[in-house]
């Protein structure tokens, strides 16, 4: 087995118990115990793309919001939008003012009142949207892309290498 191989699969192997280990908690985010929060602030936040060549980046914009609640008698503050998405509450404008405009008319806008799904074990990890969404799925799909490709760059390289 090749050097490659080994390393390709070995990574898809981590990337593929990781994914399993966040899609277990996105399942289990569904059943924490729901409290109710309010949105202290928000941002929009810019990043830049990096799909494509350097030539083709662009600005792209989302909404992040800072949520306050209560557990337990004890006040926290968290900023966690799912588990998948991770801070970005809504992300993919192409201006600030689409930004803008999207905040004015959404439930994370600051002073709303939300539901936040605090882990009991854990108070401090909560999530406003709970669940699987696709950023949940990634690591299993990459993990399984990355062991596939291992094993076919094993299972082919020495037929490439030493013809028959």
């Given amino acids: 087995m090749t050097k490659t191989a080994k390393v390709l699969m070995l990574f898809g192997i981590f990337l593929l118990c990781f994914g399993i280990y966040f899609i277990a908690t996105a399942l289990a985010s569904t059943s924490w115990e729901q409290v109710q929060g309010k949105i202290i602030s928000t941002k929009i936040s810019a990043s830049l793309t990096n799909a494509g060549s350097t030539t083709q980046r662009r600005l792209v914009y989302r909404v992040e919001s800072t949520y306050q609640y209560n557990f337990n008698t004890k006040s ?3 900023n966690y939008f799912s588990l998948g998405s991770g801070f970005t509450v809504e992300g ?3 201006k600030k003012t689409e930004a ?3 905040l004015k ?3 994370y806008s600051t002073g709303k009142t939300v539901i936040v799904y605090v882990n009991p074990d854990d108070p401090e990890e909560t999530v406003l949207s709970s669940g699987i969404n ?3 799925i990634v690591p299993v799909i990459l993990g399984i892309l990355f062991f596939v490709l291992g094993y076919f760059l094993n299972r082919f390289t ?5 013809p028959e």
């Fill in 76 to 78: 926290y503050t968290n």
């Fill in 92 to 94: 993919g404008f192409n």
């Fill in 100 to 102: 803008r405009e999207w």
């Fill in 105 to 107: 008319n959404s439930d």
């Fill in 134 to 136: 696709i950023g949940t």
């Fill in 158 to 162: 020495p037929a490439i290498v030493n």
